[in-house]
C-alpha cells in the first residue's frame, strides 16, 4: 500500500494556472505543455484519431510507441506535422523491435536530437531538448522490452538502460510503454531516488491500460510519464 499512496493522497498536483492556460490553445510561451503518450500497436492506430486528441487537449509534446512508417506518413497527412512541427523518430528498430519505432512531436523547437539517446537492445529510445516555462527539459519516448517468458533478461537489461539515465544532469521527462507496474521491483528501483511517476502522485486512482485491444478488460498500468523529481518546480 505505501507504494500506491500517491495514487490516492497527492503528493505532486498540477497547479490551476497551469491547466487554465492549457484548456484555451496550445501556447509554447506559458508555464504549461500537455504531454501525451500512446501506444499504437504495430502501427495501426487511427492516426485521424491521435491528431483529434492532439486538437481536443491542446497537447504540445507526443511520444509515441510501435511506430511503423506507415503511420508516421499516416500521421503526417492526417495534420500532426501542422499542429506539433517538430518531431523525430527512433533509428531503425533491433531484431527484438517490440512493435516498431519510437517517435516524439512538439510544438516547441527541438535541441540535442538523438535518434539513439542510449544503446538499447529493442526500440531506439529518441530525445530532445524543449524550453518549458523556462527550464529545458530533455523528453525521451521509451518501450522496453515486455517480460514474457524467455525474454525477462532483455526485460530487465532495458531498464538498466532507462534507469542510467539518473546519472546525466538534466531534467528528464520520460514517457512511454514501460511494460511495468508498481508491483515489478525493477521498477521501482528504475525510479530509485531520481525519478518519480506523475501517474503515482496525482491522486487520480489507478491508470488501467493493458490490454486495451481485447475483450479483457484493461487490468494493469504499464504505460508511464516519469520525470526527474530534482526538477520538479517545471
Known sequence: MAWHIGY?????????????????AASTSDNAAPVVTLNTCNGN???????????????????????SDAEVQSLSEAGLDELLPYHVISDTASQINNGGRNGIWTAAPMSNVSTNLLPINTSSMPAADIVVSGTTVRVVAVHPNSPVRGAQSEWSGGLSVIQSLSGYNHAYLLCGD??????????????????????????????????????????????????SKFWASW
Not at 45 to 67: Q, T
Not at 187 to 212: K, N, W
Open 178 to 227: 514501460f511494460n511495468s507496474t508498481w508491483e515489478h521491483a525493477r521498477f521501482r528501483e528504475l525510479l530509485g531516488s531520481t525519478f518519480v511517476d506523475a501517474g503515482e502522485q496525482s491522486s487520480e486512482g489507478f491508470h488501467m491500460m493493458y490490454p486495451s485491444n481485447s475483450t479483457v478488460p484493461s487490468l494493469i498500468e504499464i504505460d508511464h510519464f516519469v520525470y
Open 8 to 24: 490516492f493522497v497527492p503528493t505532486s498536483r498540477v497547479s490551476s494556472s497551469a491547466v487554465a492556460s492549457v484548456q484555451t
Open 45 to 67: 492506430a487511427s492516426a485521424a484519431e491521435i491528431v483529434a486528441l492532439v486538437k481536443s487537449y491542446n497537447v504540445e509534446v507526443l511520444c509515441l510507441e510501435e511506430l
